[in-house]
């Protein structure tokens, strides 16, 4: 089972850029990136998914490497209410069981 | 409005005494799947069902049980509750054919002590 590697935490200003890292050197063909982040006292919420090329959405830039072995969850301008679990993860379409790991957390200075 | 639900939100119960946490989704979701959530550990999974009567194995099932018995069901059964199983305990489902990504939705998660 493909499994991710991520740091414990990591710091940022309100305001600024983050760029999360992710290494999963054991990606699959088929897997997709998955990133969920995790609000205290809440669920996982979905972020934004990708299979090769980078992409964007309303909450987040995903950069993904040329040889897929990492990636990077970038916010563009965090904000306090960014604060949370950031998980990074793996899914293919061929199986579902799921590695979490322990994410990072994000805390968010003003 | 799209959603999972999970029923009880808390509770404390007593070493041995059975009990079963419910999940439901209505969102028409073939995968389904149990997580436990500890400090320092993440999101673990505990088992998974890609559909009615298919069930798997997570990471961490001993201890507990699973049945798929209806789509939209997917309850989590502890048949002797022991201190090391006080958890939270998050359900999630999500889709698993037409166009990926197939993200998964989570519940509002489970407070379960056992003492």
């Known amino acids: 089972d493909a499994k991710t590697t991520q740091p414990n935490s990591m710091e940022s200003n309100e305001e600024e850029p983050v760029h999360l890292p992710c290494n999963h050197s054991?990606?699959?063909?088929?897997?997709?990136i998955h990133w969920y982040r995790q609000l205290p006292s809440q669920g996982p919420e979905y972020v934004i998914h990708?299979?090769?090329s980078n992409v964007n959405n309303r909450m987040a830039s995903l950069a993904i490497a040329e040889d897929r072995k990492s990636s990077t969850l970038i916010l563009h301008r965090a904000t306090l209410r960014d604060a949370a679990v950031y998980y990074c993860i793996l899914r293919g379409t061929g199986g579902f069981k799921t590695i979490f790991g322990a994410g990072t957390r994000l805390f968010v200075k003003a | 409005e799209a959603q999972v639900t999970q029923n009880p939100r808390y509770l404390i119960t007593v070493t041995g005494k059975k009990l079963t946490v419910t999940c439901s989704q209505n969102?028409?979701?073939?995968?389904m799947s149990w997580y436990r959530q500890d400090p320092g550990l993440g999101l673990r999974q505990i088992y998974y069902s890609m559909n009615v009567e298919v069930t798997d194995k997570g990471d961490v099932p001993e201890g507990y049980k699973v049945s798929r018995k209806e789509k939209r069901n997917f309850p989590l059964i502890l048949e002797s509750p022991s201190p090391n199983q006080t958890s939270l305990y998050f359900c999630?489902?999500?889709?698993?054919?037409?166009?990926?990504?197939?993200?998964?939705?989570f519940g509002p998660g489970t407070r379960l002590t056992v003492t």
């Open positions: 969102m028409n979701h073939e995968y």
């Open positions: 999630a489902s999500s889709r698993t054919s037409g166009t990926p990504p197939f993200e998964q939705y």
């Open positions: 054991t990606i699959s063909g088929t897997d997709y």
């Open positions: 990708g299979l090769t």
